[in-house]
């Protein structure tokens, strides 16, 4: 068991811009190599050819996996393709607590990684990676993937600053102005309710929790805290009830919808233009063009509105990181492709072309990204922009029952949305609250309130 | 070998290929009923509908699914073939394959270990029978999703998960398939038949391969049908015990490409265009073995 | 029903075991060889059955009283570990008032289902075999088709259908003038489930019913019919009565089913803000699984809705043995 004292704790809490904190570092037997040192000699027999095998639902990972196959004929990296984020978690999961069956290689979303790290589901790498990497990212990143501490769980692969889409021909017709703050935003949304009463602005998603903690991100809220040896819960904070009533309010007003995003009325709505905005983030061209091919050049994307005009924050919606999972037996090479994969230029250029992805290394975002996506070519300084929002992302704290909370928003929000008051709106978050706590104590956690 | 004093394989009593002994076809002189052929054919509309539109979707590229009204047609339908075959190399196709691996071989293998099962239990009086059926039937009880987790931890504890195994084997336990034939032994094998080869000194496993099966046959093709239908339709254990996506199911592979998690948009053509081309084998099953889904049900209930 | 999964509401509906041939009492004889067989013949079925679902269910219920204690923060190597719970889990998923609920939603859902299903498999496989009907092979294949569609794709099907701007529906409502209905996200949503529900299940229903019926010997009714009884009332009086004991079988399947209701509302959850993570009783079963990670509380739900139906399956258990296996000792 694994010492713990206040002090250690007190000691990360004090790294306050991390992303995400936790109060440990790893366990000794970690990564269970045995060498110490970032660099490992590929095994040149063939007959010890390493086979590892790669989770992951981004697409295009096994032509990048190809790449790396054909320069290194005895490190074979399998890839399976998993459905979205939370079911290949929960696989993960199962085959942890069943002790056999999991990859050598996850891709996993930030927000999961507490999860994973509390369930003893990612390896320690931090003696199998070379220390440099750690300069390759952002700070916001790589704490992520570190939870504040000495370990490193995983490789920072993407992220994804949200920012505000908008039909450029649709806001022209109507002489409409990109809102800079929310007021001018809910100002718009209501213009262009009037002037085209099937329109709107955007819509209030119930099931997307990942899009709501990341405005919630952006108003400066932190849901999950460390207090010592304690965790805490913060989801009914003044800032998320800022956010929570203020869309309860439109929703409330009619002027912006209700109903959920990626279905295919959605679908819909954003090819027959009466889904003129989406909050989103910077992964959003996949999804336009892969949804509404035949709206290419007609969208535009800016910043995300301000609560105060003259700031500039926003939040974070997906993203992710790759790990290597405590089921490894071969953690070093696994860390050797899994760095390779996330900092290397050739295998950032296939991420950002195969992929979609929006690199976390910050070389990778210059060298790969000199062009605007080809759906937004009626933007020339998309990823130059892209780049000056990315250094906004505020800090945000996940603990470990993200999932608790995130299904906690999916059934209080749908409540809220179906009644379409503002007072809803608020309710939900104090029983996203109480539903978060409570499962936490539940669990065993040491808990402060 | 020869097996000359075995009785030829028949199965009395049991009504032939087209219909209940002696009835006059259904299709008979007369006026039409107007009312009850209406009834019938919305019956069948209704039924029809979603497949029709799936039929009129698959042929739409993506732009269209959600641009042009729901059911006008297009003329898409090899281009989203094509994509479909192209994704990872052809998957789809693979995972067509392993869903008829698990459906065939699953099948099969249940057929037999039911038939036998239903046969032992129909045809002889043991110790523990009465039980042995009820604790098997109440098997059908117990849902899947309550099973998947349990059914993981305990084979990954001999590292079967992720194989196809994992899927296969606890496929073949069908209670309902040993129930059913249970049903067809007990009224398509006589006694008498069963006593005259034992006294011509045939072995019981001889009896049951050589006697028994034929006599059941048409209702075990029933059981086969039915259990190959449930395992090509299979989504919970598949979805549980497979981390492989070469080893993937239809229904496994198709869910994947919807729920590509928000980053990504959901291919909602391929998948409209794979549930398509899952759904044509079983059609074609329907179509040739109509006549088992019709009349080998009755098997057990033709004594009235 | 390992097989079954995810189409829980076809039910597993048996043939009609209506009173079978009376031979005489079997294996009278007894050799060495026959003493043996039978446990030959029911070996595979019983050790399969033990391997993948005795086991399996008895570790549910093992799993059902243990819970996972934390220490400090929870994270890393150790700091989880497996204790006894009691009856902890029991407890407190019972008196959730999210599961009561969804217990109660899936009463009422298979009250409005079950009889709507096989009123209509019992109207259809009816007009299959009636005279002067027309049209029978091309419905009776129609009617059967959504059999070979698995929930999770119907579901997907059904949504298309309903969801405001790609559904054909509102579509002509729309042109009418009468709006745009939004199935999904109002009270109506249980009534779209057991739609998709019944849509699937009805030909399944539909074909046993049927088979049932032609097993009848038509000289019961041709007497009928020479006395100027009409067909309906042939129908009613002669046919509905023989086929009871196969519709008193289907019923009872079908309302275990629609009690293990998943697949279903689990494919339509994402498109509407009216279906909560613990719509139905299994879903609340994944949502402890899967989501909240706590498979001990998980495994005690199942051993309550298992026992359930067990409970309501003890009567089918008795109706079966009297009905369909009286003749064989």
Known sequence: MRPHTSVKAAAVVAAASALLLAGCSSDDSGSGSGSGSGAYT???????????????????????????????????????????????????????????????????????????????????????????????FGDGSWNAVTLGSDAVYAVPQDSGPMEFYYRADVFEKYGLTVPTTWDDYAKVAEELHQKDPKAYLGTFSSTDAGWFTGLAQQAGASWWGVDGDAWSVDIDSEATQKVATYWGKLVEEGVIDNKPMYTPAWNKALNDG??????????APGVLSGNAPDTKGQWKMAKLPQWTAGDDATGNWGGSATAVTTQSKNPQYAAEFVTWLNTSSEAADLLVSEGGLYPAALASQKSALTSPPDFFSNQPDFYSLAAEISGTVKPFTYGPNVDVAYSAYNDEFGKATKAKTQQAFGDAVTSMQKTTLDNLKSSGYNVKE | MTATTLPAPTAPGRPGPDGAAGRPAGRTAGRTAWGGTTVLLLGAAYCLLPVVWVVIASTKSAGELFSTFTLAPSTHLWDNITALSDYRGGLFWRWMLNTALYAGVGGVLSVLVSAMAGYGLAKYSFRGKTATFNVILAGVLMPAVVLAIPQYLLLAKVGMTNTYWAVLLPSIISPYGIYLSRIYAAAAVPDDVIEAARTDGAGEGRIFFRLAVPMMMPGLVTVFLFQFVAIWNNFMLPYIMLGNDKLFPLTVGLSGLLNQGATQPAMYTSVITGALLSIIPLVALFLTLQRFWQVDLAAGAVKA | MTTTTDRPTDGASPTVPSPAPTGGAPARRRSRGTAAAPYAFVAPAAVLFVLFLALPILYAVYLSFRKVKVSGLGLGKGSHTEVWAGFENYRSSLSDPDFVASVVRVLVYGVILVPTMLGLALLFALLLD??????????????????AVPAVISSLLWGFLYLPGVSPFTYVTEKLGWGSPDILNSGWVLFAIANIALWGGVGFNMIVIYTALKAIPSDLYEAARLDGATERQIAWRIKVPIVMPSLILTFLFSMIATLQVFAEPMTLKPLTNTIASTWSPLMTVYRNAFIRNDIYSAAALSVVIALATLVLSFGFLRLVQRRAFAQEK
């Open chain 1, 42 to 136: 590929t095994p040149t027999d063939p007959a010890q050819k390493i086979e590892l095998t790669y989770w992951t639902w981004a697409p295009g990972m096994d032509k990048v996996a190809a790449v790396w196959n054909k320069e290194h004929p005895t490190i074979h990296v399998e890839v399976n393709k998993q459905d979205g984020g939370d079911p290949a978690v929960t696989k993960l999961l199962t085959a942890i607590k069943a002790g056999s069956g999991a990859p050598d290689i996850m891709q996993a979303e930030y927000q999961k990684i507490p999860t994973l790290v509390a369930s003893d589901a990612l390896a320690d790498i931090s003696k199998d990676i070379d220390p440099a990497t750690k300069s390759a």
């Open chain 1, 274 to 283: 009466t889904q003129v905005g989406w909050i989103s983030a910077i992964w």
């Open chain 3, 130 to 147: 009636a005279h002067r009907v027309r049209s029978k092979p091309f419905s009776r294949v129609s009617i059967f088709l959504p059999y």
